[in-house]
């Protein structure tokens, strides 16, 4: 049992070690929070957990090898670039007004942030490298350990660790957000915007040269 509970603690220091490191997900989770306040951070995450679990049954299922190929890591890189690069784009370029962004209806307010994680996890190879690596070294540690009850403690390890990184990232965005007005509001998007295109690109070229 304090085994289990070790390695559930350490499944979380892990995650909490890759939540940390700026990324995609990160630059959306700021920009959202500011738009949309402190549900955004834990909306973004369930978006996250989304492909995760997805990711986690094509794992068990048998397709672990294709996940982390050559040929998967170069399709990935370059259309996951791209898609980045135009959510940059299109950030960099929003004129809207702090209370514009707001108003939005209450279908983009809720799924909006859930789609950003969605996107911000599949368009990052690296995200899929980690899973093929990493992850699916803790998921069969843990099924080895406790089977089943040990491949849950590492996903709630890790879902924890995501979840506690990124809402209180949201937390603080969305406090800021509070004293921020228009013209400050619009120099973030650009930097989050700036940062999504940069990260974009590295992600085409990186992995086209490896």
């Not at 940390?20 to 949309?36: C, N």
């Not at 707001?102 to 990052?124: A, C, F, L, W």
């Not at 800021?176 to 400050?184: F, H, L, P, T, V």
């Amino acid at each position: 049992m304090i085994e289990t509970i070790l390695f559930i603690a350490t499944s979380f220091l892990v995650g909490l070690s890759g939540s940390i490191v700026p990324g995609p997900m990160l630059t959306v989770t700021i920009s959202e929070s500011i738009k949309k306040g402190f549900k955004a951070g834990p909306l973004v995450v369930s978006g996250h957990i989304m492909v995760e679990i997805a990711l986690i049954i094509a794992i068990l299922a048998g397709l672990g090898w294709i996940i982390g190929s050559k040929i998967a890591s170069l399709v990935i890189g370059f259309v996951g670039g791209s898609v980045l690069v135009f959510m940059g784009i299109s950030t960099a370029k929003s004129q809207k007004s702090l209370s514009e962004a707001s108003k939005n209806d209450t279908m983009n307010q809720r799924y909006g942030s859930v789609v950003g994680g969605v996107i911000t996890s599949i368009s990052n190879p690296y995200f899929f490298i980690w899973w093929a690596t990493i992850g699916c070294a803790f998921m069969l540690k843990g099924l080895e350990l406790a089977g089943l009850f040990g491949l849950f403690g590492f996903l709630i390890g890790h879902w924890s660790a995501d979840l506690s990184w990124y809402s209180l990232v949201s937390f603080f965005s969305s406090r800021g957000s509070k004293i921020m007005n228009d013209r400050s509001y619009r120099t973030v998007m650009k930097i989050c915007g700036a940062f999504l295109i940069v990260l974009g690109v590295y992600f085409i070229i990186s992995t086209q040269m490896n």
